[in-house]
C-alpha cells in the first residue's frame, strides 16, 4: 500500500534519521540543517504525488482514459469505435466506447494473452517424458518471448 506523506511528516521523518545518524542535533528555526531539510522537502512531496500517479494508473481498473489507452496498445487492443446517430446533424458519427466498457474488455485480452501462453507451454509439454526435457522447453519458450519482446521494441 502507497501511503501519501506530508511535508510535515518528511521533515519530521529527515530530522529523525539525521539525529539517530548523524552527531547533528540543532535543528531549531535557522540552523543549516533545518533550512536544507525544509528546502528539499517540497521535492519530495512531489516524488510522493509522481509515485501515486504512477502506481494508480498502472492498473487497469485505476487507469484514467489516456493511460487506459497506452495499457490498450501494449497488449495490441486499440480502443474500439461505434457507429453512434446524431439527431442534431442527421448523421452517424464515430465514436469511442465508454471507458469503463473498454477497461471491462482489456481485462478479458490480459487473461486471454496470458492464458494463451500457458496453453502453449502445456501442449508442447505433452510431448515431453523427462523432467529435464520440460525444464529445457520452458527455458526455450521464454529466450523465444524474449527475443520476440526485443524485436518489437
Known sequence: MFV????????????????????IN???????????IEAISPYYQD??????DILDNGYISKADEEHAELIGELFNYP??????????TN??????IELETYKY???KQVRA?????EEALRLACL????EQEVFLLYWLCKTDLMKKRSKAK
Not at 540543532?26 to 533550512?35: K, P
Not at 480502443?79 to 442534431?88: A, C, G, L, P
Not at 448523421?91 to 469511442?96: A, L, T
Open 91 to 96: 448523421e452517424y458519427e464515430e465514436v469511442k
Open 127 to 130: 510431448n515431453t517424458h523427462t
Open 26 to 36: 540543532n535543528f531549531y528555526a535557522g540552523a543549516i540543517a533545518r533550512s536544507i
Open 4 to 23: 501519501m506523506k506530508s511535508k510535515e511528516e518528511i521533515i519530521r521523518e529527515a530530522i529523525d534519521s539525521i539525529t539517530q545518524n548523524t552527531p
Open 79 to 88: 480502443r474500439r469505435t461505434e457507429q453512434v446517430y446524431n439527431s442534431e
Open 113 to 117: 494473452a496470458v492464458s494463451s501462453n
Open 47 to 52: 516524488l510522493y504525488v509522481f509515485g501515486k
Open 105 to 107: 474488455e482489456l481485462t
